[in-house]
């Protein structure tokens, strides 16, 4: 029986590959952060390392050893673009490779029967997707029912607003003084900005964000794209701006428009994905 691998070492493939589009596994940034916290123990380690701002990576369980010498069920292997650490060999590299270029493109897990020198598999392929990044500008009462509502659904949520605003964020993952955005967002990035947080949006509007919207009536929206224009901000760009943000749900009270706001958020996020019914 073969003996469970707990090595941190990354094996690269022989040929290189990337994910499409916006599916891109931050190896290098893995790297990091197993060097920073020493020689993990076991494949769990190296999964609780990667933080909020690292880009996805796939896990790969054996679920059962269908005959041979093959690793025993249990045995798990961390995936990434270019190489992976644990049992992985041979064909079964390639196609547990090609299963986590899948799972992390629509989401769900799958299970796969592979081949190793040693004997055949049934493995699950799981997604490990880092928390979408939502940036909120403002203090507003919108801003503050957003942040709230949007941790919930796993949003990993950074209030840009004055310091004297920030207790009313009592959930928020970070807190920048100021409504000018922090220089290290990465990964899944959707940006709101609220009442009084205007003068940030040159910003804002800069950023690599699958959305950005802007909270306020229809009317303020042509005046505030002329201003990011003569701000230097790319026409294609000033088309993606969503005014007023969120679904058109009839809301009128704060919550209600956080609401429309993150269910619009959400249908931009999973829009593409195959979801199995529940």
Known sequence: ?????????????????????????ALRRLRSHFNAMGAPKDIVDLVGAVT????????????????????????????????????LSGPAGRDVFRAAKKTLEDGRPLLLRTRTKAGALDLLVEPLLPRPNLVIAGAALVAVALADLAR???FFVTICAPEKDHASFAEADRLVDGFAPPGDLLGDLYIVATQGAEAALPALARLPARYLAVVGPRRRLAALKRSLARD??????????????????????????????????VAIRRKGQRIRAR
Do not use: C, N, Y
């Open 52 to 87: 909020s701002d690292a880009e996805a990576i796939a896990v790969a369980t054996v679920v059962r050893s269908v005959r041979g010498r093959a690793p025993f069920a249990g045995a798990r292997a961390v995936i990434a673009a270019d190489g992976f650490t644990g049992w």
């Open 232 to 265: 230097g901000v790319v026409p294609a760009v000033l088309d993606t701006i969503r005014s007023p943000a969120g679904l058109d749900i009839g809301a009128v009270t704060p919550e209600e428009i956080a609401l429309a706001i993150l269910a619009e958020m």
């Open 152 to 154: 919930r659904l796993g």
């Open 1 to 25: 029986m073969f003996e469970r691998q707990s090595s941190s070492k990354f094996v690269p493939f022989k040929q290189s590959r990337s994910f499409d589009g916006r599916i891109k596994l």
